[in-house]
């Protein structure tokens, strides 16, 4: 069975660039009108239920993602250069 957070409309495509996905997530989580990918997650708003749902989404494209990685990765260019590496 798919994830529905998945498919569930307002929720940008995993398809291109790590930090251009990670920054388009936290855009739609956050209702922002867009995400410096240096900023840091929290001083951006994110809460532990946006760590929770921001994970959720990313495993569709990346399933080893743990959320200590978010806290060892606070931006999204960190989170996407680690992304990648893994």
Do not use: C, H
Request: hydrophobic share 50%.
């Amino acid at each position: 069975m798919a994830d529905s957070s998945l498919d569930a409309p307002g929720v940008p495509s995993l398809d291109g660039p790590a930090t251009e996905v990670i920054a388009a997530i936290l855009t739609e989580l956050l209702r922002l009108d867009s995400v410096d990918p240096y900023a840091g997650f929290f001083d951006l708003g994110v809460t532990s239920a946006t760590l929770v749902r921001m994970v959720r989404i990313l495993r569709g494209r990346w399933p080893e993602i743990r959320i200590v990685d978010i806290f060892d990765n606070p931006t999204a260019e960190q989170l996407a250069v680690f992304l990648e590496k893994a």
